[in-house]
């Protein structure tokens, strides 16, 4: 569900995802490629660049910068890549409101839980489809930038791709993790080097979202 609203978001911030180091390095060499050439690079390039040893690894990056923000695809352009200029914040910003579902765990999976609460979003986040909103319990992303406490703007499906950010329901208990579909199980990866995949064999399995938005308290 998603309701116009005509207040403004006073006390939350925007955030475009966080970059790591890594990602960083990505997102300028791809920025500076184009600022030479007027086109962007291919995956091949980026790939030996870096000494990515797949494509998956290229993709998993390109995914990431779309997620966050700083990259789109260029119609004009048969590579298809250029980054996203800043967004000015404005006054005069559309906000809309989406359901608060509680909290989710990026940790250990915790309880699922729903809430009748709803929190103003700007609208530029919500794409086709329902929207929902959830605030992040734990550590276990905070190498992408999501950090306890945070709220995730959530698009609602079923379905998701490889290094999709998602959210997971595992037994009737929630998390959110990157997706990675494999032959013969599931794996949610945490981004934080301390902490381990969790491997879905079996059981109640369900995705019920990818993250789509990050707004931070301050």
Do not use: C, W
Not at 26 to 48: A, G
Not at 54 to 73: A, H, T, W
Not at 86 to 92: A, M, Q, R, Y
């Amino acid at each position: 569900m998603i309701r116009k609203s005509t207040g403004k978001i006073s006390s939350l911030k925007e955030l475009s995802l966080s970059l790591t180091k890594k990602q960083k390095q990505v997102f300028d060499y791809i920025k500076e490629y184009i600022e030479e050439n007027e086109f962007s690079p291919t995956q091949v390039e980026i790939k030996e660049h870096f000494g990515f040893k797949s494509l998956g690894s290229v993709q998993d990056y390109i995914r990431y910068l779309k997620n966050g923000g700083y990259i789109e695809n260029d119609p004009n352009s048969v590579r298809g890549l250029r980054p996203i200029e800043p967004k000015v914040e404005s006054s005069n910003d559309n906000i809309v409101e989406i359901p608060l579902h509680g909290k989710v765990a990026a940790g250990n999976p915790i309880e699922a839980m729903e809430g009748n609460e709803f929190i103003e979003v700007p609208s530029h986040m919500i794409r086709k489809g329902n929207h929902y909103a959830l605030t992040i319990s734990g550590e276990s992303m905070i190498e992408d930038g999501i950090l306890d406490g945070d709220l995730i703007v959530v698009k609602e499906q079923n379905t998701a791709n490889n290094g999709d950010t998602v959210v997971a329901v595992i037994d009737n208990e929630a998390t959110v993790k990157r997706y990675y579909k494999k032959s013969k199980n599931i794996e949610l990866h945490p981004a934080n080097s301390s902490m381990k995949p969790i491997i879905v064999k079996g059981g109640n399995f369900q995705i019920k979202g990818i993250l789509v938005g990050l707004i931070r308290a301050y």
